[in-house]
């Protein structure tokens, strides 16, 4: 039962064009969402997140979308730089008021981002 | 630059011996995770503790497995015997506010 998927595997896009890296998710309780980066050898990077009490997110070249009634979530890069290019995971959490989670991630499979020069 | 610190970054080892891998969260973390990252199954939870305590050790394989926080500056995970099926990169986090700051990560390969 995967709760969050990333249906693409990879994507690939020209330097200074739009990424578009997409995520589903499947738990009508998961109110916090995530991007992470990350590069081999190293461990996922946070990257930035956005409440579901929102649908835009903006920090610089990174702008994260969350569409509650589909269930949907994107994270837009403008523009891609060629070091962009790594494995970007989606992940998902219930935080609200009363949650004993303790900010448990559900993460999805990852999509491979390579942006050419 | 406070980190997650985990050792050893890589450990090669034969089928039936234990392994232990160690994780030092932040400093002030008090909410810390391990991970466990496949090729199958993507990132998976295996167990996370709040103050120390366990709260969820669900996805670990509890035969084998075992997770402990012997004080707030070091976390464990153990797997004893090992098996070439646990052959992964396991990933110690630690949470403050809503983010979870990941380690470097230890790769493990059981022969």
Redesign the interface.
């Known amino acids: 039962d995967q709760q969050v998927k990333q249906n693409s595997p990879s994507l690939s896009v020209q330097e200074g064009r739009i990424s578009i890296l997409n995520c589903d998710y499947t738990n009508s309780m998961f109110d916090y969402f995530l991007w992470y980066k990350k590069y081999p050898a190293e461990g996922p990077t946070f990257l930035i997140s956005i409440s579901s009490i929102k649908d835009k997110n903006e920090d610089g070249r990174f702008t994260v979308f969350l569409n509650k009634s589909a269930k949907h979530l994107s994270l837009h890069i403008v523009p891609s730089q060629p070091g962009d290019s790594a494995v970007y995971f989606c992940a998902a959490s219930v935080q609200g008021a009363g949650g004993t989670s303790y900010g448990k991630l559900t993460f999805g499979q990852g999509t491979i981002l390579t942006v050419h020069p | 630059d406070a980190r997650?610190t985990?050792t050893p970054r890589h450990k090669v080892t034969e089928m039936g011996q234990e392994v232990t891998m160690r994780c030092q969260p932040i400093l002030g973390h008090n909410?810390v995770?391990w991970y466990r990252q496949t090729m199958m199954q993507?990132?998976?939870?295996l167990a996370?503790f709040?103050n120390r305590a366990p709260?969820?050790d669900s996805g670990m394989p509890k035969d084998r497995f075992s997770a402990e926080m012997p004080d707030a500056t070091l976390a464990t995970l153990k797997i004893q015997p090992s098996e070439p099926r646990d052959s992964a990169v396991y990933?110690c986090?630690s949470?403050w506010e809503?983010?979870?700051?990941?380690?470097?990560?230890t790769r493990l390969s059981v022969l």
């Open positions: 997650v985990q909410t995770f993507g990132l998976e939870l996370y709040r709260l969820d990933f986090a949470r809503n983010i979870q700051y990941f380690g470097a990560g």
